[in-house]
């Protein structure tokens, strides 16, 4: 059994991390785990480390440690990512006649992803249609959004308390809010302001992101450098605009790890993790596939060798897809994405890695509900 270390963030006053391309108005709801794991090795090169320790282990493919992304928690319930795949635990008619609400569900909670992966068929689990209607088995946050066990309810925070007899009510309680908050820019020269809005998500009280992380051996030295980029993150922040507060937060060690199986050769994987298959790993990891979704990564890089310069377009598999693991593992690479340009001050003199590690949960193979 593969054990996770869980770390829980809480934002001090939201984040903003960049959805598609230089659009500023828009902001991830997550944390991606390549996003993560870049801010951890920026960080670890502030705490004194060298590029090559905190590094080499993952480029030689022997990684110490695996990293999810970080995903939406409250109070004491867990998320997970939808899978991308649906028809393996809804039937015919329920994907047909509830389509809308569940291409909604953006998360399910661990209850119910601890009942996915195991095959079971979750059809009497979805929260009822109609809002008036009181849940018995499944309940809705978020307008459909998230998606939980009514017994999970005890555990959300203080805020999203409901009676017993009216969890229909959760539907209305949010676990995030996505705003544009006005910025202005002046021009240096004339003074002239001009407004521009940027993409913010806050939490509500007692809610935050989560990640795990999978330690691979016994690493006492690399743990002690993790969690002092971590609380080095935590003054400095993630994400974009950092400078006016975005991205600070508080962070904890679970007591509690997460367990999941380790997977193996053959097995398919619901990704908790972005994914750059290597070489050999494809076609046969998505082509093998009952679906998963690509998502194109790019933007800027920061460096103390320069200005900063766009980073070369890299595309990974997304969070909740499902693939076919290839091989005894681990799956993925590290990726160096440095600009390749001719560029008069010469080229980048370091690389710049791009995480693609996977990490998921084994779903037992069943036939089709």
């Known amino acids: 059994m593969a054990s996770l270390t869980v770390y829980r963030l809480t934002f001090r006053n939201g984040f903003h991390v960049g959805a598609h391309g230089v659009n500023l108005e828009e902001s991830a709801e997550h944390i991606p785990?390549?996003?993560?794991?870049?801010?951890?090795?920026?960080?670890a090169l502030r705490a004194?480390?060298?590029?090559?320790?905190?590094?080499?282990p993952f480029q030689n493919g022997d990684p110490p440690f695996l990293l999810?992304?970080?995903?939406?928690?409250?109070?004491?319930?867990?998320?997970?990512?939808?899978?991308?795949?649906?028809?393996?635990?809804?039937?015919?008619?329920?994907?047909?006649?509830?389509?809308?609400?569940?291409?909604?569900?953006?998360f399910v909670s661990e209850a119910l992803f601890q009942r996915m992966v195991k095959g079971e068929p979750m059809d009497d689990w979805l929260f009822p249609e109609k809002e008036r209607e009181e849940p018995t088995r499944g309940a809705a946050l978020q307008g459909g959004?998230?998606?939980?066990?009514?017994?999970?309810?005890?555990?959300?925070?203080?805020?999203?308390?409901?009676?017993p007899n009216r969890l229909r009510a959760l539907r209305y309680?949010?676990?995030?809010?996505?705003?544009?908050?006005?910025?202005?820019?002046?021009?240096?020269?004339?003074?002239?302001?001009?407004?521009?809005?940027?993409?913010?998500?806050?939490?509500?009280?007692?809610?935050?992101?989560?990640?795990?992380?999978?330690?691979?051996?016994?690493?006492?030295?690399?743990?002690?450098?993790?969690?002092?980029?971590?609380?080095?993150l935590a003054d400095d922040g993630l994400g974009g605009e950092r400078t006016i507060g975005y991205g600070g937060f508080v962070w904890a060690e679970e007591e509690d790890s997460l367990t999941m199986p380790d997977p193996a050769d053959g097995d398919r994987i619901w990704l908790l993790s972005r994914y750059h298959p290597r070489p050999p790993e494809l076609p046969a990891a998505l082509t093998d596939s009952p679906g998963y979704k690509l998502t194109a990564v790019a933007g800027w890089l920061r460096t103390w060798e320069g200005a900063a310069q766009r980073r070369q377009r890299l595309?990974?598999?997304?969070?909740?897809?499902?693939?076919?693991?290839?091989?005894?593992?681990?799956?993925?690479?590290?990726?160096?994405?440095?600009?390749?340009?001719?560029?008069?001050?010469?080229?980048?003199?370091?690389?710049?890695?791009?995480?693609?590690?996977?990490?998921?949960?084994?779903?037992?193979?069943?036939?089709?509900?």
């Open 68 to 106: 999810t992304s970080a995903f939406p928690f409250a109070g004491h319930v867990r998320f997970f990512p939808m899978p991308v795949p649906l028809d393996r635990w809804f039937s015919e008619e329920t994907l047909r006649e509830r389509s809308g609400e569940l291409k909604r569900i953006r």
């Open 33 to 43: 785990s390549d996003t993560l794991f870049a801010a951890l090795l920026d960080a």
């Open 173 to 232: 309680h949010r676990v995030f809010q996505s705003h544009q908050v006005p910025r202005v820019t002046l021009d240096r020269v004339s003074s002239a302001s001009n407004i521009f809005h940027v993409g913010r998500v806050s939490f509500a009280p007692g809610c935050g992101l989560w990640f795990g992380v999978q330690w691979r051996g016994d690493h006492p030295s690399l743990r002690d450098l993790f969690r002092r980029a971590l609380a080095i």
């Open 315 to 369: 595309w990974l598999v997304e969070e909740g897809s499902l693939i076919r693991a290839v091989g005894p593992g681990p799956w993925g690479d590290l990726t160096d994405v440095r600009p390749r340009y001719r560029n008069p001050e010469g080229d980048l003199p370091h690389p710049v890695w791009r995480y693609g590690f996977a990490l998921g949960a084994v779903v037992k193979e069943v036939p089709n509900a």
């Open 48 to 56: 004194g480390a060298g590029t090559e320790d905190f590094a080499r």
């Open 145 to 163: 959004v998230f998606w939980l066990t009514v017994e999970e309810a005890e555990g959300l925070p203080e805020g999203m308390s409901v009676r």
